[in-house]
């Protein structure tokens, strides 16, 4: 008898691991797809975009991070508002280097303390949301290092009015040699996107990825702005929620 369940123990393990093994390769295949589109981003109307950077301490790479978001290649009028809550943040003195290596753009840094509830990233959101100059708002966490066609990528789609919001994938980079350091990247890499893009890929993901967020400002509008997620972690799932419950749709950017 015990032999018996030892051997449908034994069955059970393997069809666990064939299952894994499948679901792995419908993964690879989705994310190989995924970095396919995003090689060759497909062409779309360039839409005027404000590009809302919260900032908070000199983070690893933040220099080169904030200088790919200035070094858009895009052909509507576009402008970057980074933020601080604390003038004395080491973040600022970076994004002031970042601005000046790149005097053509439109850029500035905004010092402001005002906290409005616990989630202090949608705090820093909310001092910026009154100061955007264009019709598009693009959230953009600091820790993102981007192609030069990002902004046109994310942006294209809401020239469609079915559109509610656009949102794109991330892969992880070491910040230094360090195992924690390489550990983590290796968790984004190879559990979260391929995870991700396969429950895209089935239209089964429901997914708005904070790292980047654009949608128009009068469907942020219509939410209650920024000020609608205040309170809660989660605030990137809750906005796509949101967005998607005024019956519009959130996209995928190729990018």
Known sequence: MAEAFLHGIGLLAGLLALVG??????AARAAWRLAALAAAPLPGPALAASVLKPLHGAEPGLQANLVSTLAQDHAAPFEVLFAVRDPADPAAAVAESAMAAAPGIPARLVRDPRLHGPNRKVSQLINLEGLARHPVLVVADADMRVPPFWLGAVTAPLADPAVGLVTC?????PADRGLWSRLAALGI???FLPNAALGESMGRAYGCYGATMALRAETLARLGGFAALVDLLADDHALGAAVRRLGLKVVLAPV
């Open 21 to 26: 093994a499948v679901l792995a390769g419908l």
């Open 169 to 173: 994938l991330y892969r992880g980079e």
């Open 189 to 191: 890499d190879w559990q």
